[in-house]
């Protein structure tokens, strides 16, 4: 399985960016669909973005035109820009990597905490 690590968190005033930043360890990043996903307090994990091997994004429509993925495979590195940062974006996010075709195998990082004040 990958191994991942999250940093980049932190506090930020609405209206500001952050980028996080998720290490990845293992031979099968290159292959694997990496994604962002989100949790805040009292709600379910929720997919944030997601990018292939070949480059292909998807968003989700809360954050579509603000926020960025991409990953940089010299560094194994997957990044989320956060532009035009809300409140409600306010949450835990993690790092995800997932096989293209067996998505049970998947792994996750332990998650960094995105706060955004009003």
């Known amino acids: 399985q990958v191994q991942l690590v999250e940093s980049g968190g932190g506090l930020v005033q609405a209206g500001g960016s952050l980028r996080l930043s998720c290490a990845a360890s293992?031979?099968?990043?290159?292959?694997?669909?990496m994604g962002w996903y989100r949790q805040a307090l009292g709600k379910q994990r929720e997919l944030v973005a997601t990018?292939?091997?070949?480059?292909?994004?998807n968003y989700a429509d809360s954050v579509k035109g603000r926020f960025a993925i991409s990953r940089d495979y010299a560094k194994n590195t997957v990044y989320l820009q956060m532009n035009s940062l809300k409140p409600e974006d306010t949450a835990v996010y993690y790092c995800?990597?997932?096989?293209?075709?067996?998505?049970?195998?998947?792994?996750w990082g332990q998650g960094t905490q995105v706060t955004v004040s009003s």
């Open positions: 293992g031979s099968r990043f290159s292959i694997n669909i």
């Open positions: 990018i292939t091997r070949s480059g292909f994004t």
């Open positions: 995800n990597s997932r096989h293209p075709t067996q998505a049970t195998l998947t792994s």
